[in-house]
T-cell receptor, first 110, second 112 residues
Framework: DAKTTQPPSMDCAEGRAANLPCNHSTISGNEYVYWYRQIHSQGPQYIIHGLKNNETNEMASLIITEDRKSSTLILPHATLRDTAVYYC???????????FGAGTRLTVKP | ETGVTQSPTHLIKTRGQQVTLRCSSQ?????VSWYQQALGQGPQFIFQYYREEENGRGNFPPRFSGLQFPNYSSELNVNALELDDSALYLC???????????FGPGTRLTVL
């Protein structure tokens, strides 16, 4: 799995878009970018994943740069319930495990 | 459709004891992975089971062992508990391997 780098913490105002960056400069061609989040002491929750193209679902959008060396998770209208630790993971389709780093602690403020 | 469930929710053991944690996969999922999450850290991969066979293992000693049953539920067994085994233990299931993993709520193990 490629190493990922995320800022340790970020703040966002309620109702605004939260843009969480992730650097994965050593990502290889068969590695997907996955995003999970973990609300205090609960199990990680799957958010979204992608390979090359931008992806959107009911929770978030994932923007992957053309060279695939970085990506951004976008929560379009953050709410207080989006306060959590967000993990970006690069993993190939052949891997068994998700290698979690320290993640970004997002705090949504009223 | 039920999600991944784990039991028990919390557990307290003493050093040297043995513990068994249980996980029921999401309906239709044949692959189960176990993770250990120490306080303040991200989850660390322990091992994965696919169709009742171990299919990959992280950097954990042999006293961490597991089973997967024909109904794809799973157990994590830890022998000779140490204080450092205190952690949140997470189970994740996926439709097949490899695939998106969906996590359960975890079991909080405290070793005294």
């Amino acid at each position: 799995d490629a190493k990922t780098t995320q800022p340790p913490s970020m703040d966002c105002a309620e109702g605004r878009a939260a843009n969480l960056p992730c650097n994965h400069s050593t990502i290889s061609g068969n590695e997907y970018v996955y995003w999970y989040r973990q609300i205090h002491s609960q199990g990680p929750q799957y958010i979204i994943h992608g390979l090359k193209n931008n992806e959107t679902n009911e929770m978030a959008s994932l923007i992957i740069t053309e060279d695939r060396k970085s990506s951004t998770l976008i929560l379009p209208h953050a709410t207080l319930r989006d306060t959590a630790v967000y993990y970006c993971i690069a993993t190939s389709s052949n891997n068994n495990d998700m290698r979690f780093g320290a993640g970004t602690r997002l705090t949504v403020k009223p | 459709e039920t999600g991944v469930t784990q039991s028990p929710t919390h557990l307290i053991k003493t050093r040297g004891q043995q513990v068994t944690l249980r996980c029921s996969s999401q309906s239709g999922h044949n692959t189960v992975s176990w993770y250990q999450q120490a306080l303040g850290q991200g989850p660390q991969f322990i091992f994965q089971y696919y169709r009742e066979e171990e299919n990959g293992r992280g950097n954990f000693p042999p006293r961490f062992s597991g089973l997967q049953f024909p109904n794809y539920s799973s157990e994590l067994n830890v022998n000779a508990l140490e204080l450092d085994d205190s952690a949140l233990y997470l189970c994740a299931s996926s439709l097949t391997r490899p695939d998106t993993q969906y996590f359960g709520p975890g079991t909080r193990l405290t070793v005294l």
